[in-house]
């Protein structure tokens, strides 16, 4: 029995020193006859916060971004089956009676859920929308239901304090780039799509 344990050990110690003739330890480049180890990093984003009073608005953010991203998502998705659709159509006359049926389905669909979002969370709303479709909220309609719809609705979104024009810039806008943030670290722990 003991020669058989030392046969194994034996065994299991040639072989380690065997397999470490071809270890690779990591990717490098000579420069002037001195190695340099190369390895890449992932991107880490830092947030720095002026105040606190910053800290519990990003917060409150955060709140508002993760129950209103998905209708966004939801948007998007439905904008590109409506599209693939209507390119399917050939007429305009059937093109204007699908899009007055799709309308009429999507308000039974989600208006009630839309009316119990806040103000702020319908301004992110038309954000998030920007940001998924590259489209104003306001375009989206103007192309699908018309300027006179679209000029009603931009006009009772801004009695409301809203505007359907507003759109998503992350580099320049402060709460955009936290509403990016937010987002990029709801995907990475897998609260998001």
């Given amino acids: 029995m003991l ?43 830092i947030l720095d916060f002026k105040d606190k009073g910053e800290k519990m608005t990003y917060l409150i953010l955060k709140k508002r971004v993760l129950k209103v991203y998905p209708y966004s998502i939801i948007a998007k998705e439905r904008l590109d089956k409506i599209n693939l659709i209507l390119d399917s159509i050939p007429k305009r006359r059937k093109k204007k009676r699908y899009i007055k049926e799709v309308t009429k389905w999507m308000k039974n669909e989600y208006s009630d859920r839309l009316k119990n979002l806040t103000m702020k969370e319908g301004e992110l709303l038309v954000k998030l929308i920007y940001r998924e479709t590259n489209l104003t909220t306001y375009d989206i309609i103007r192309l699908y239901r018309g300027r006179f719809n ?39 722990e897998g609260k998001l799509k």
């Fill in 3 to 45: 020669r058989s344990y030392i046969v194994l050990i034996f065994y299991f110690s040639c072989y380690d020193a065997y397999a470490q003739d071809k270890l690779i330890i990591a990717d490098f480049e000579l420069i002037k006859e001195d190695t340099i180890f190369v390895s890449y990093l992932p991107e880490v984003d």
């Fill in 150 to 188: 679209a000029f009603f609705w931009q006009t009772m979104a801004k009695f409301w304090n809203n505007d359907l024009k507003n759109i998503y810039n992350p580099k320049n806008n402060r709460e955009d780039m936290f509403i990016e943030h937010i987002i990029k670290e709801a995907k990475l």
